[in-house]
């Protein structure tokens, strides 16, 4: 069975201005507003029910502090895509983990401390997952700064090299963006941001049943 999968992250309340391609699921890997306003999420969840796909899965990320703050509310509001914080869905015998966390940033939501506080949370993704979305990057790939920082996360990256994921879906850092393939992961940084301006479109990947490809 062959997928196309559109992949998405960062919109930061430009999620109109994007055209999205069609495909089987689209995935989204958070910051979907610049200061998680519920309205926001409405207005975000409205755009999403008018895309063709038929799956869709998302997390949030950092600036989306609704889903932090008031998590029933946010998740209520959410009718038009699978919502993942620390969960799991199988779509199209996907199996698809989803979790919010960076190491801390700023005093942005989803926030935990390098070390055991947020290795807990890579604990939770089980053994078996294909495609790991997370808002931030692993240590190493696609995570660097306009200033040469690397900001991602190490603990991730021990985790990832015991789960070995077909796919690694995140943003976060906006001019990171790209594809990088190793023997056993496809890592896609989708973030879409430049500044503050739509500077990329979504991400279009392939899945034939036992890769990913990025077209």
């Known amino acids: 069975m062959s997928l196309t999968i559109v992949a998405i992250s960062d919109t930061h309340g430009r999620h109109r201005e994007l055209t999205v391609p069609p495909g089987d699921l689209l995935l989204f890997a958070g910051d979907l507003s610049n200061h ?14 008018s895309l063709p796909h038929p799956h869709k899965v998302m997390i949030c990320g950092n600036h989306d502090f609704h889903f932090e703050r008031d ?29 919010p966390w960076q190491p801390r940033f700023f005093d942005w939501a989803f926030n935990l401390d ?8 890579w604990a939770l993704i089980p053994d078996d997952t294909d495609v790991l979305i997370t808002h ?8 660097k700064t306009s200033r040469g ?24 850092i906006h001019e990171a963006a790209g594809v990088v393939q190793t023997p056993d992961t496809l890592f896609v940084n989708a973030s879409i941001g430049i500044g503050n301006r739509v500077g990329r479109g979504p991400v279009v990947l392939t899945w034939e049943g036992q890769r990913f490809t990025a077209r």
Not at 71 to 91: C, F, K, M, N, W
Not at 114 to 121: D, H, N, T, Y
Not at 136 to 143: E, F, K, N
């Open 36 to 49: 998680g306003f519920p309205e926001d999420i409405t207005d975000f969840n409205d755009w999403l029910g």
């Open 71 to 99: 998590p029933a509310d946010a998740r209520r509001r959410i009718t038009h895509a699978t919502y993942l914080q620390d969960s799991g869905v199988e779509v199209c015998g996907l199996r698809i983990w989803g979790s």
């Open 114 to 121: 390098r070390g055991p506080e947020i290795a807990a949370k």
């Open 136 to 143: 931030g990057p692993p240590a190493g790939i696609l995570d």
């Open 149 to 172: 920082e690397a900001t991602g996360c190490v603990d991730l990256l021990w985790r990832l090299q015991e789960l070995k994921p077909q796919l690694h879906l995140f943003g976060h």
